[in-house]
């Protein structure tokens, strides 16, 4: 149980997929009971390390990890992969 996270994504194509794998990141959270806390945990965490292993910049990073946990919003995201020169 996993999300499809491609480590050869940009920053711009992480953005372009970020509310479906939030939706089935939100969805597989949901399906854990409450006694599998060490299995959610460990789900957790390969999540966050695929995403920590993308090849963007560390902030941005940080921001994907907050949107996925709503800490941050969409739009602000959204608008940094706008602001993008590059695909990089």
Same mark, same amino acid.
């Given at each position: 149980m996993n999300l499809e996270i491609n480590p050869s994504w940009t920053f711009k194509e992480t953005v372009a997929h970020l509310k479906t794998l939030r939706e089935q990141y939100e969805g597989i959270l949901s399906s854990f009971y409450y006694l599998e806390l060490p299995r959610l945990v460990e789900f957790k965490? $390969?999540?966050r390390n695929s995403f920590y292993a993308l090849n963007i910049e560390e902030y941005e990073k940080d921001k994907i990890? $907050?949107?996925?946990n709503h800490f941050e919003y969409y739009y602000v995201l959204k608008g940094m992969a706008d602001r993008r020169k590059n695909w990089k």
């Open positions: 965490r $390969n999540v990890w $907050n949107y996925m």
